[in-house]
């Protein structure tokens, strides 16, 4: 009786999955979440480690056109100087040559074009025309004898051969600055960034070789 009894009881199956077994939904939903977060942080991270760069690679540009800046500034300060001594140059020729005029009269126009140019192009095309003016007001000295022993126009030509030499050093550095600059922005990944923010090339100062020699006094 009691085995037939045993055997009418209904068959259970297996009962439900715990909620942490391994193959539960919990889990499985867990483990997607987990994945998902890990993804999150390791875009998170790129997408920083991207910005980083492009702050980097922004800042070494700037960096370098400041430079260009401050090296142009010490170029305008040796044209300044150069250009205020220019009309105490002519002066002095002029007590003792002054049928000289076409010399006299083209360092005076040259240095007022070099005055009213905007861009380094045109200024250095007016400098260069200034600068080889200068050398032909300074050689003249040896067609005028008395001119040639003046002390205040010997005394004004050697000012104006140390003002070319440190026009010249002053050129040099920021032509050198202008070549980085330029070439920094034609590397990559640099361009893209010089493209992106606008960054616009230097532009280089021509130049001649100055004034050599100041004359001497015969005393």
């Known amino acids: 009786m009691d085995l037939q009894r045993d055997s009418t ?21 867990a483990r997607n979440t ?14 920083v480690a991207v910005l980083a760069c492009v702050v980097w690679l922004f800042n070494r540009l700037v960096q370098d056109r400041n430079q260009v800046a401050a090296a142009w500034s010490d170029v305008d300060v040796q044209l300044q100087r150069r250009h ?13 040559a002054g049928h000289e005029r076409d010399t006299l009269q083209r360092v005076t126009e040259e240095r007022s074009r070099s005055r009213a ?14 600068e080889s003016g200068l050398g032909r007001l300074v050689a003249l000295a040896e067609a005028y004898p008395d001119l040639k022993a003046s002390e205040n126009f010997a005394d004004l030509s050697r000012q104006l051969v140390v003002i070319e030499d440190h026009l010249q050093s002053a050129r040099r550095f920021y032509n050198g600055s202008v070549r980085q600059y330029n070439d920094r922005q034609q590397q990559f990944p640099h361009w893209i960034i010089a493209r992106l923010f606008g960054f616009q090339p230097g532009e280089f100062f021509a130049g001649g070789d100055g004034i050599a020699k100041a004359p001497e006094v015969d005393l």
């Open 9 to 29: 009881q209904p068959n259970r199956g297996p009962g439900p999955a715990a909620p942490w077994s391994p193959g539960s939904p919990h889990r499985a939903k």
């Open 34 to 47: 987990e994945q998902g977060s890990l993804m999150d942080i390791v875009a998170g991270m790129g997408m």
């Open 84 to 96: 205020d001594l220019v009309p105490n140059l002519v002066s002095a020729v002029k007590a003792y």
């Open 117 to 130: 140019a905007s861009t380094v192009e045109a200024k250095s095309r007016a400098e260069t025309a200034l």
